[in-house]
């Protein structure tokens, strides 16, 4: 299944990095830039959301909340989080029923591992729906945070 702009934001709750639940309704008013990457520590991740981080000041001028995502354990995401001193909520899909329910999940990744999310971005408007979405095959690549940006902007 792959969503599309227009489409209603599939809810979740999970926890975050201090074992307390979160849930998107917890954002309703408010616009969302939920980010899936693959694993905690690994070069490109590190790179994308280290680029976040340094733009935080940018999401906060357009009204905008980060949220991102990973099949780590919370452990992991909070060690990954402190050491990277990250301001926003890192969730542990663990289980894989976010990402699964988001089409941003791999069957088979590299080095025989199995369900990991894929790098994905969506924006989720105000009222719950999906104003942007990229899910991208290659963990390589990075979103297109100028697209992601301009859609943020135009939500403002």
Known sequence: MRLTKGDKAPGFTLRNT????????????????????????????????????????????????????????????????????????????????VSRAYGALYDDFVLGMKGVAKRSAFVIDKNGTIQYAEVLEEAGDLPNFENVNSVLSELK
């Open 18 to 97: 201090q074992k307390e639940e979160v849930s998107l309704s917890d954002y309703e008013g408010k616009n969302v830039l939920l980010l899936f990457f693959p694993l905690a520590f690994t070069g490109v991740c590190t790179k994308e959301l280290c680029h976040i981080r340094d733009e935080k000041s940018y999401y906060d001028s357009v009204d905008a909340s980060i949220i991102a995502i990973s099949v780590d354990s919370l452990f992991t995401l909070e060690k990954f989080k402190a050491e990277q001193n990250y301001q926003f909520p890192m969730l542990s899909d663990f289980n894989k029923e």
